[in-house]
């Protein structure tokens, strides 16, 4: 994948899901400090945020009642700087960097570096599910939405269509956009792009969604030199695929400066 001065990375997520160890054991809630005290992962020493689910429990059918729950979903650790930080979850780990995109050289030791350490301080070493997402934004200088196939790929930016009558045609252009795909290789990665229109924060500018998140989740996988070689394969794909869905008009936004 190129290099580009100006990347519309705003988030850029590694994420294992690992097999529970056995009986599935309550999430240690010492975790997050302990990861903290570990000196490999001691940038993380930002204030820890936690993220929490509310649940609506449906009574048992006889009266019309129900319940809503609050359960713990994850624990945020940011760095101090706020440009990284690690997702923990019962039997989760995400490794995220944020805006500025520090590049892959960068962020693949501190994801594999964040897997040593989670894996030796939980006892979890079987991986599920593992998943590479980045999220782009894409800002361009025309804001009218009807010009966005100049900036991203395949985007229908405009429909006609002949009326029953016969005579009246039927013209529209685009306005807004929502649109998920999913494909899946010959090797069984799964791939998940999602485009879309966003509010753009300056004026006389459009905003695109470009997310793309590559998964494999075939078969257990164990041990970093197993894991590792899924993560660049991941990593590669999402680089091709994110190259297949910009243009070149794209491409000379993200150079420009």
Known sequence: MPVYKNPPIQEA???FTFAPLAGDPEWDLTLPGRLQLNAELREYAGKSR????REIMA???KQPEF????RLFRIHLPTEDGTALLSLGHNVLGVVALRPYEGWNKFRPRILRALKVFTHETGLTQVVRLGMRYINRVVTPESDASTGSKYIADMQTTVEAMCSDGK???EAKLTALNTRHEF???DGMKIFVTQGTLNPEKAATAEYLLDIDTVCDQKPMEGIERITPVLERLHLIEGAMFER???TESRKLFNAG
Do not use: M, P, S
Not at 50 to 53: K, Y
Not at 67 to 70: C, E, K, N
């Open 67 to 70: 319940a809503v729950q609050q």
């Open 59 to 61: 009574g048992d059918g």
């Open 168 to 170: 009246t045609r039927v």
């Open 245 to 247: 869905f910009i243009t």
């Open 50 to 53: 936690q993220q929490v689910l």
């Open 184 to 186: 899946l290789t010959a």
């Open 13 to 15: 997520v590694c994420e």
